[in-house]
């Protein structure tokens, strides 16, 4: 294989781990009612696409199939991030304490 395209395999690779992540993280949005499903949509179908051209450009192989691997793992971390509660954190009382002066 060129070595052009060895480098481009591998940049559509990581770009498809990014939309996985996306995806995962908008999935859970539009399921709590939070997110349009037009965006998740959109990096649904980027993630496709991107898998698609990965798998494209020279069969399946090791390299496609980690690249699916990687973004399969991506997507769930996306979606498990989105997930779990954010704990706000107030500091109101760190940067003015009482003071009874």
């Known amino acids: 294989m060129n070595g052009s395209l060895v480098i481009l395999r591998a940049a559509l690779a990581?770009?498809?781990?990014?939309?996985?992540?996306?995806f995962g993280r908008n999935w859970v949005r539009v399921r709590r009612g939070r997110g349009s499903a037009r965006?998740?949509?959109?990096?649904?179908?980027?993630?496709a696409v991107m898998l698609t051209l990965v798998w494209y450009l020279s069969g399946f192989?090791?390299?496609?199939?980690?690249s699916y691997g990687l973004a399969a793992i991506s997507g769930a971390l996306?979606?498990?991030?989105e997930w779990r509660p954010r704990h706000e954190h107030d500091l109101t009382k760190l940067m003015f304490?009482?003071?009874?002066?």
């Open 14 to 22: 990581l770009l498809a781990v990014f939309f996985a992540h996306l």
């Open 39 to 47: 965006t998740a949509a959109t990096a649904g179908i980027r993630l």
């Open 61 to 66: 192989d090791a390299f496609a199939a980690v």
């Open 78 to 81: 996306g979606w498990w991030t």
């Open 97 to 101: 304490p009482d003071d009874p002066e």
